[in-house]
């Protein structure tokens, strides 16, 4: 079964400081990963995926295989990052399973 | 191009009350799906379809209906409306899946309130 663990519900970091959203996934096989991001008001829209190893607005994530992690990283926050971000997992199947969301507040 | 539209933004139903929540993608897009947001539970799929004639369940099925009689529509019926229905609905939409997945474009949403 695919599962995806975003084990923060609230982050809270201040303008400037680094910021790391946790995403750790349970597949058997080869998944590949995404992170979506949902500002207030707006519909979700995607952030990021592994395959292209892209940086976006920033932030980039890393598919750590051995700990089964997705974690998106940003070395500097800025208060419009303030968002709902989501982590997805897409495997053999065709479906795509989302975590349960992380609220980032970046503060002034 | 407009992406993917879903109408009604807002909905107020009676219990037992049924209606149709619309998607329409003018992406050409083979995968269409529905997902309903709640807090705490991130989105959970509801119903999918790879292509036109074809669809599926996904993990929270029950009191949903789902067609897919063309590329561009895939619209959600609640059947007889419960208070555990009251959700955010997102309709999602992506080229094709397997490799390559270009990840989804998603609806607004519909906010729907079962009273």
């Not at chain 1, 995404?34 to 980039?60: A, C, D, M, N, P």
């Not at chain 2, 229905?85 to 992506?94: G, I, K």
């Amino acid at each position: 079964a695919q599962r995806v663990t975003q084990p923060e519900k609230l982050l809270s970091v201040f303008k400037g400081a680094p910021v790391e959203l946790k995403c750790n996934y349970s597949y058997s096989g080869s998944p590949e990963l995404f992170w979506y991001v949902q500002y207030s008001r707006q519909r979700l829209q995607l952030l990021l995926r592994h395959i292209s190893r892209e940086s976006i607005k920033g932030f980039t994530a890393d598919l750590n295989k051995g700990e089964t992690s997705f974690h998106l990283k940003k070395p500097f926050a800025q208060e419009e990052d303030s968002a709902m971000y989501y982590c997805a997992l897409s495997g053999r199947g065709n479906d795509m399973r989302f975590g349960a969301g992380t609220r980032l507040t970046v503060k002034p | 191009n407009a992406g993917v539209t879903q109408t009604p933004k807002f909905q107020v139903l009676k219990t037992g009350q049924s209606m149709t929540l619309q998607c329409a993608q003018d992406m050409n897009h083979e995968y269409m799906s529905w997902y309903r947001q709640d807090p705490g539970m991130g989105l959970r799929l509801i119903h999918y379809s790879v292509g036109a004639g074809i669809t599926d369940q996904g993990e929270v099925p029950n009191g949903y209906n789902v067609s897919r009689s063309t590329t561009e529509d895939f619209p959600l019926r609640l059947l007889s409306a419960a208070p555990s229905q009251t959700s955010v609905y997102f309709c999602a939409s992506t080229p094709r899946f397997g490799a390559g997945n270009y990840g989804y474009t998603f609806g607004s949403g519909t906010r729907l309130t079962v009273v």
